[in-house]
């Protein structure tokens, strides 16, 4: 048990009913989930306000409520306080609850439109290769040293992050990298955390389903550099054109990493190949597995963390060139007759634009780009036509098929993506609804030396049709055809 004047500590309280020198047993923000003397937070959310929930969670032994109004009949046993924004209650009252575990050691976070995982991802295996015990919080997995857990949310709840950040103070782990999603941001989610460092990738079209317009998504984003403290260091992609604005009110050091223009990390790509890129960083040359010029600002971005960090320069490049892929990131298998298969997690315009023109850069010879690509349901609707667009100008031959519908009807997703193809590129497209058909269509179209690119689902192991989530791997279906065309 916790006394829940600590716990509050730092929150910024308009007032209180009762009191609140008690003991408490958890934080609780699912009604649903309370159990006896825990502390219930009422947070307004994006369907239902949790303040209609309050009667439910003290039935259910709620001790205290946590809520931005006191509209409602007040019980003599229970605790009312009243604060100006609920989830950043919630967020200051986790940390306070698991002994602000992030102020113990170096949590990184990464924010930006594409590269989140990656940059993560490479992040966690530099410092494990250089003999650190790491944690990563990600939309691929939760990794407490060498423990694994399910990602639920790129970004995880703030009662969720320090539960997991003590964990890792448990476990010994020294440095934890994680992901900072625009919705984590806005949710406050990532509040009351202390951050040794924040990365910024770039800046492209999404979520305008939830931020309404690119100004507000823009400076979401930056909100997460405008908390950092001053001990923390600011590192951005001078490149991308909202690189320098993140860092333009942020207290925390200022660093920039780019390919094109001048920063305090450069990195130069000096010759591409499918099964890998040898670049210049700084004046060392680097053989790095990874493949595209958006993964050599996500190199770049690591090695410049890493020495922020303070890892030392030769070291750093050093197992910079034995870093694997990431799961479900420009993966690819290839046939026995000479196809390649790609999978990537390309979901939004920037990143498909990307990936498709890394293959046309590596393509050697008259070979055809087939892509398989859909969009999610229950998302950002203005995606789909530009996306589609991408699809068929970048290819010989694009295939419009589901990608997670969720609750929409999958085949309005599919007319939505169509209105973006141009008269000139319509011939090139086809749409198959069951994106295992696609797959396989993908595969009966192609020849030895093609490429099929299958975008937008990368590691999800899940397809979500109606709100049911069954099993579909994008590389497990490919590799299935391959071995059927092998066989005829
Ligand atoms: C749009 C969005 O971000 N939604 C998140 C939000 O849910 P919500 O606002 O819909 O919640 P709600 O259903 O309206 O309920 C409001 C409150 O009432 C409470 N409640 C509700 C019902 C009840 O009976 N009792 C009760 O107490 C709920 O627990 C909640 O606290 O708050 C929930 C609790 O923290 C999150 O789980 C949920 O994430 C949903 C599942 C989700 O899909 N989020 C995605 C969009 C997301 O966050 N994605 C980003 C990554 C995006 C990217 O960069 O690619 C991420 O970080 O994962
Ligand atoms: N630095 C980058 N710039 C542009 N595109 C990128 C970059 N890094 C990766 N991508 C593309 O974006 C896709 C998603 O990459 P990644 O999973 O690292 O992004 P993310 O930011 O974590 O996405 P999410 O918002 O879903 O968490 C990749 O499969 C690749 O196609
Ligand atoms: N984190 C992203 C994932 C999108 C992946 C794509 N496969 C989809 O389902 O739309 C989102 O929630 O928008
Ligand atoms: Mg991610």
């Not at 423990?147 to 782990?173: C, F, Q, R, W």
Request: charged share 25%.
């Amino acid at each position: 048990m916790k006394n829940l004047q600590d716990i509050l500590y730092k929150v910024a309280i308009k007032e209180v009913f009762g009191h609140t020198n008690i003991a408490i047993n958890q934080l609780v923000f699912d009604s649903r989930k309370v159990s006896k003397n825990d502390v219930f937070i009422a947070q307004k959310g994006v369907n239902v306000n949790g303040h209609s929930y309050v009667d439910k969670a003290i039935s259910l032994g709620a001790k205290a409520i946590i809520c931005e109004d006191f509209s409602f009949d007040k019980k003599e046993e229970v605790t009312y306080i009243k604060v100006d924004n609920a989830n950043t209650a919630l967020a200051i009252m986790a940390s306070n609850f698991y002994n602000n575990p992030s102020a113990k050691f170096p949590v990184v976070g990464v924010t930006g439109t594409n590269g989140k995982t990656t940059i993560a991802s490479l992040l966690y295996q530099l410092f494990t290769k250089a003999g650190y015990k790491v944690g990563l919080l990600s939309t691929v997995k939760i990794l407490v040293d060498e423990t694994e857990y399910k990602a639920t949310h790129t970004t995880p709840d703030s009662i969720a992050i320090n539960k997991y950040l003590d964990m890792m103070l448990e476990a010994g782990v020294e440095y934890c990298f994680m992901e900072v999603s625009s919705h984590g941001i806005h949710q406050k989610r990532t509040q009351g955390l202390t951050f040794a460092g924040g990365i910024f990738t770039n800046l492209s079209h999404d979520h305008l389903d939830y931020h309404k317009t690119f100004a507000e998504y823009r400076n979401v984003k930056k909100e997460f550099f405008d908390g950092l403290p001053k001990s923390a260091f600011a590192l951005t992609n001078i490149d991308d054109k909202n690189g320098n604005y993140m860092l333009q009110n942020t207290k925390a050091k200022k660093y920039s990493y780019a390919l094109k223009t001048l920063a305090d990390f450069k990195s130069r790509i000096l010759e591409k190949q499918i099964s890998g890129t040898l670049i210049s960083i700084g004046r060392t040359e680097v053989w790095t597995k990874l493949i595209g010029v958006f993964n050599i600002y996500n190199l770049t971005a690591i090695v410049a963390t890493a020495e922020l960090l303070g890892l030392e320069k030769l070291e750093v490049l050093t197992i910079v060139s034995q870093l694997e892929s990431v799961s479900g990131r420009f993966q690819y298998t290839i046939s026995d007759d000479g196809i390649t298969a790609i999978i990537d997690y390309a979901h939004t315009p920037d990143a498909l634009k990307n990936v498709l023109e890394t293959v046309n850069d590596i393509r050697t010879g008259n070979e055809k780009v087939i892509t398989v690509v859909g969009c999610g349901g229950d998302r950002d609707k203005t995606k789909r036509p530009k996306m589609a667009h991408i699809a068929s100008q970048l290819s010989n031959q694009a295939i419009f098929t589901s990608d997670n519908p969720r609750t929409e009807n999958p085949q309005t997703i599919l007319d939505e993506m169509e209105i973006g193809v141009s008269p000139e590129n319509y011939r090139k497209t086809l749409t198959v609804l069951n994106r295992r058909q696609a797959i396989k269509t993908a595969c009966k179209l192609s020849e030895t030396g093609d490429i099929i690119l299958i975008a937008g689902k990368g590691h999800e192991n899940y397809q979500e049709i109606n709100g049911v989530r069954s099993h579909f791997d994008d590389l497990e279906e490919v590799t299935n055809c391959f071995n059927q065309l092998k066989k005829n």
